[in-house]
Structures are given as C-alpha cells and as structure tokens.
C-alpha cells in the first residue's frame, strides 16, 4: 500500500478513534484497573498472540533504555519494566496513557517507566532526544497518516550505533486482508485500501492503516536509515467472533481442522503480523 494512501488524515482523527477504545481494553471482563483486570488483559493478549514475548525479548533489554512508540494500555511496557529496563513509553491516547499509569502503579512499576502523550510523527517535540538501546513499536506506526515521518524522527533523534529496533506492522498478503477483500469489499480490489483501514481492528472505521510486504517493508526501513536483519509474519486469528467475545475459544473453519504444523505454516505465509528487527545503517560497525 502508498505510503501516501492516508497522508492527508488528520491526527486527531487518529487519536479520538483510540481514545475511542483503547487497544485490548475489553480483554477481561474484571473491574477496570484492577491487579486481576491487567493480569487478564496480559493473559488474553498473549494466548492470542504467542509470538510476542519471543519478537520484544523483554528479558534481554534489563539494565538497558527501552523507548516504546503505542504503548497502548501498556502490557508489553509492564514486561520491559518488569525484566529491569528503564522504559519511556509514548502513545498518542490519553485514554490509553491513563490505563498504562495505572498498569505500572499497580505492579509498583512507576519508577521504571515514564509516559509520554506525543505524535510519534513529532516525536523530539515530545521526547528529549537521547539514544536508546531498543526502539520497540509493535503494531502502531502503520496507524499514523505519515509513518515515513516516525521513522525518520526515531532516526535522527533517538538510535546509537548500537540500537535495535523492533517493529511490527501489517502484512498486505495475509489471511486478513484476504477475508476482507471477499466480506467487506466484496470482491472489489479498487476498494480494499479503504476496507482493510476500516476492519483492520476489534472496534471498525479506524482511520488510517498500512499495510506492507517484506520487501516494502524493507525499502521503507532502508530509505529512512535502518537495515533489516531478520523479517518475519506470523499470526493468523483462528476463532469464532462471537464466543470470542464472550471469552471463549472455539477456532472457526476451517482452523479447527489444521493440525499445528499446518497452521505455524500457514501463519508464517499468511499472518497478519509482519515482524522486524533493524540497526540503523550509517553509523559503521552494527552488532
């Protein structure tokens, strides 16, 4: 997808649709707030999506300085702090900041973790430039109407020689996008674009959403100063809306049929979640 299909949204529209419905906020059914609403939330995100913990590595960055870009209602910003990082976690929700704050009070986190309401598009407005040893941005950046700007605002203002970035964002040839195309556009590849931002999330009409190959993913990062080194997709939903969302897992067919070989296969060729870890090029020598 052009990197340019969205360019003209505004911001604001982007940030009433997630203030809106925080990401994951409807993952338990426990008072919100709660130490159990957050260790259900935790729970639900990565039973559904096991791939996480293994792409953030929260372990390995403790004792380092994380900078999360969407830190939404902050599950994997609890788990650097939790590992030992010092983490600066921004998002462009104020709704979801205020969960997040309240996620690091209730597991005494605080003190590892400083928020930051900003536009990752302006981001050293926000965030005082310094280098980080992880730049970790997991499903947001394909969100933002210019995501050639965060990139280019990560790089000139926040990356050493010896940084790491992490991304995540959405893969054009996927199980998704492949089941919009028929239930929502119709069929009709002239309207995809549009279908794919509309249903790209739990709660529809989401204003902006990019979607990307492996190689586009990879000119985008090697245009703005970073070269990939490892790029994967994984993540296909197996299961049934409704019982979903009454927080029961019945795998939709044909899922249900696929034995667990066949479906790690078919998520590392069709998932919805396009995988990178990058170091900034220019800077000589990389780890």
Not at 166 to 191: C, Q
Request: charged share 20%; net charge positive; with cysteine.
């Amino acid at each position: 997808m052009s990197s340019s299909t969205f360019a003209d949204t505004s911001i604001d529209a982007v940030r009433e649709y997630w203030n809106r419905r925080p990401c994951n906020i409807r993952h338990s059914r426990a008072p919100v707030g709660s130490s159990q609403y957050f260790d259900e939330v935790e729970a639900r995100k990565y039973f559904v999506e096991p791939h996480i913990p293994g792409f953030a590595q929260h372990a390995r960055w403790v004792g380092k300085r994380v900078l999360e870009i969407g830190c939404g209602i902050g599950t994997d910003t609890i788990n650097f702090a939790r590992a030992g990082a010092q983490v600066t976690a921004v998002d462009l929700s104020a709704q979801s900041l205020e969960l997040a704050r309240q996620r690091a009070e209730v597991y005494g986190l605080q003190d590892r973790v400083t928020f930051v309401e900003a536009n990752a598009e302006e981001l050293s407005h926000f965030v005082p430039p310094a280098q980080y040893d992880l730049i970790y941005s997991f499903g947001v950046i394909h969100h933002s109407p210019r995501p050639e700007r965060v990139l280019d605002q990560i790089r000139a203002h926040f990356v050493g020689p010896h940084s790491t970035l992490k991304l995540m964002v959405y893969h054009w040839w996927s199980w998704k996008v492949l089941a919009i195309l028929f239930a929502e556009a119709r069929g009709a590849f002239w309207r995809l674009e549009q279908a794919v931002a509309r249903n790209s999330e739990a709660q529809t009409g989401c204003p902006v959403t990019y979607t990307y190959t492996r190689a586009s993913v990879r000119r985008l990062l090697a245009d703005h100063g970073f070269a990939p080194h490892e790029v994967f997709v994984d993540h296909v939903f197996p299961y049934r809306v409704s019982e979903y969302l009454e927080y029961r897992y019945v795998k939709a067919f044909p899922f249900r049929f696929l034995p667990h070989p066949v479906m790690r296969a078919l998520e590392r060729r069709l998932g919805w979640h396009l995988c990178v870890t990058a170091h900034p090029s220019g800077f000589g020598a990389t780890r």
